[in-house]
């Protein structure tokens, strides 16, 4: 099992430039989550998707869009990065409701200069 | 709302002694509650976990909390610190308000660990 996979691992883009984190889970879990972790601010969900066919937004979603292409990939668009969304981005899934624990990737560092 | 407060984004603790660590939740409902390591360089994995029985739970490497709920805490300890325990810690907490989808993370505990 390799869990939760993330590509790529870093990336720099100009601002205006996009791009899309792809994110890949092998676990069979329903649920699936975009965060982006900052210095001191802990981890801010993006976006998340509950189950395939779904998909919600969570405390920062603004620049950001996603799709849960099938119960295994969820993608993270910048469709115009901009230097406010240079961050390490990390993607998570969780099997289901309740004490469920989240499983992580190993993130992806974005820098946008 | 459901939050968590983790209080001294630093925690400094000698090799050997007891490592403490603080959280304490807001939650209107009965909540889930995490902690979660981080590795340099690395993605998060779970320390350890209350959802419901037991108020004591133990988790990896040593570290064992109680769920006090009259104090809305659960915080973790390791009665002796290694080095290999530098890392840093987040606490978060999950409930039926959400529809138990979400997590809200604290800001974060960095542990330094002092030879």
């Known amino acids: 099992n390799a869990g939760v996979t993330q590509t790529p691992k870093f990336q720099v883009l100009k601002t205006g430039q996009s791009m899309t984190l792809q994110c890949a889970q092998d676990?069979?879990?329903?649920?699936m989550y975009w965060y982006r972790q900052d210095p001191g601010m802990g981890l801010r969900l993006i976006y998340y998707?509950?189950?395939?066919?779904?998909?919600d937004k969570g405390e920062v979603p603004n620049g950001y869009n996603v799709s849960r292409l099938n119960k295994r990939e969820f993608s993270l668009r910048l469709e115009s990065a901009a230097p406010s969304q240079t961050s390490v981005y990390f993607c998570?899934?969780?099997?289901?409701?309740?004490?469920?624990?989240?499983?992580f990737g190993p993130g992806t560092r974005l820098t946008v200069t | 709302a459901q939050s968590v407060t983790q209080l001294g984004s630093h925690v400094s603790v000698s090799e050997g002694a007891l490592v403490l660590l603080r959280c304490n939740y807001s939650?209107?409902?009965?909540?889930?509650l995490f902690w979660y390591v981080q590795y340099p360089n690395q993605g998060l994995q779970l320390l350890l976990k209350?959802?419901?029985?037991?108020?004591l739970v133990k988790g990896i490497n040593g570290f064992e909390a109680e769920f006090k709920k009259s104090e809305t805490s659960f915080h973790p300890t390791k009665p002796s610190a290694h080095m290999s325990d530098a890392a840093e810690y987040f606490c978060?907490?999950?409930?039926?308000?959400?529809?138990?989808?979400?997590?809200?993370f604290g800001k974060g505990n960095q542990v330094v660990v002092i030879p």
């Open positions: 978060a907490v999950s409930s039926s308000y959400y529809g138990n989808n979400r997590l809200a």
């Open positions: 676990m069979n879990h329903n649920s």
């Open positions: 209350y959802t419901t029985g037991a108020t």
């Open positions: 998707s509950a189950s395939e066919g779904t998909t």
């Open positions: 939650s209107s409902v009965p909540p889930y």
């Open positions: 998570a899934s969780r099997m289901g409701q309740g004490g469920y624990e989240q499983y």
